[in-house]
């Protein structure tokens, strides 16, 4: 036999070697990797319903989303809503020239947002009982 050709058997010899080792190495191993890491759902989860829209654009906004608050109103967290809102809604009472240095948004962050999340559905559910014990101590007087 031509000795590449024998070297070349020995490889394949090898490598078979090192696959049996690997394959019963996965069964082995296989196990404790399932544990570590679990196995991600096949079917995403349905996305929650939104639990309001921004005061703004509209965009609906999702149980626990970060948003900003201004006058009570839920707003994207995002300039554009942010500066368009305040633009049009807030009156603004201090004596300031807006420039790029110091924009509207800026003075927003400054004065006017409150920064929260959407509700979650414990939130609400939790929101709901609150008020039905306000209601009956209301009642009693
Ligand atoms: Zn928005």
Do not use: W
């Amino acid at each position: 036999m031509p000795r590449l050709l024998l070297k070349s058997l020995r490889v394949k010899q090898l490598l078979s070697q090192l696959l049996q080792i690997n394959r019963t190495g996965f069964k082995k191993g296989g196990l404790k990797l399932r544990t570590r890491v679990p196995e991600p759902p096949l079917v995403p989860p349905d996305p929650p319903d939104p639990v309001g829209e921004c005061a703004y654009c509209g965009e609906d906004l999702y149980p626990g989303q970060d948003v900003v608050e201004i006058d009570d109103k839920a707003l994207c967290e995002n300039d554009y809503c942010i500066k368009g809102y305040v633009e049009d809604y807030v009156e603004i009472k201090k004596d300031i020239t807006f420039d790029e240095d110091y924009t509207i948004v800026d003075y927003a962050h400054d004065y006017l947002i409150h920064y929260t999340q959407m509700p979650t559905e414990e939130d609400l559910e939790y929101m709901a009982a609150e008020a039905k014990i306000e209601e009956k101590l209301l009642e009693r007087g």
